[in-house]
């Protein structure tokens, strides 16, 4: 395969997007930790599932965590890879690019876990309402 600048910069747009993604991600479950620790503290309201509400959320956090430092980590390999193509370092970037692939591909993975947790958030929510059937 030849690499060239080209090769590595189609990694960009994808890179912003997804870290875009996670930043999104990250802010929103950041904001229902705030909420949920705010009613335990100042309101002592206790949801009925706060246990498995909590280890929930600890695993997303700790997903979201892998993905966004994956890919900030898959984006810094992209960099050196340009880098090295600089200096006329073809195997090195190969070898960069390839590095850059592999992290992406590990962040998605994180990232599609984290989803999954997160549907398993949702069902908490919805365990304690009873849904009627007709």
Same mark, same amino acid.
């Given at each position: 395969?030849?690499?060239?600048?080209?090769?590595? $910069? /189609?990694?960009?747009?994808?890179? $912003?997007?997804?870290?875009?993604?996670? +930043?999104? *991600?990250?802010?929103?479950?950041?904001?229902?930790?705030?909420?949920?620790?705010?009613?335990? &503290?100042?309101?002592?309201?206790?949801?009925?599932?706060? @246990?498995?509400?909590?280890?929930?959320?600890? *695993?997303?956090?700790?997903?979201?965590?892998? $993905?966004?430092?994956?890919?900030?980590?898959? =984006?810094?390999?992209?960099?050196?890879?340009?880098?090295?193509?600089? /200096?006329?370092? &073809? =195997?090195?970037? *190969?070898?960069?690019?390839?590095?850059?692939?592999?992290?992406?591909?590990? +962040? %998605?993975?994180?990232?599609?876990?984290? %989803? %999954?947790?997160?549907?398993?958030?949702?069902?908490?929510?919805? +365990?304690?309402? @009873? %849904?009627?059937?007709?």
């Amino acid at each position: 395969m030849n690499i060239d600048y080209t090769v590595a $910069a /189609l990694m960009f747009p994808a890179i $912003a997007l997804v870290m875009g993604v996670y +930043s999104n *991600r990250f802010h929103t479950l950041s904001a229902l930790v705030r909420k949920l620790h705010d009613e335990y &503290v100042f309101e002592k309201h206790i949801p009925p599932e706060w @246990k498995k509400q909590l280890k929930n959320l600890s *695993r997303r956090s700790v997903n979201l965590k892998y $993905a966004i430092g994956l890919a900030g980590t898959g =984006f810094l390999f992209n960099m050196i890879t340009i880098f090295a193509l600089y /200096l006329g370092q &073809v =195997f090195a970037a *190969r070898l960069l690019f390839g590095m850059c692939c592999l992290f992406m591909i590990f +962040s %998605i993975l994180f990232f599609l876990w984290e %989803i %999954i947790v997160s549907t398993k958030a949702l069902s908490l929510h919805l +365990s304690d309402m @009873k %849904i009627d059937e007709d």
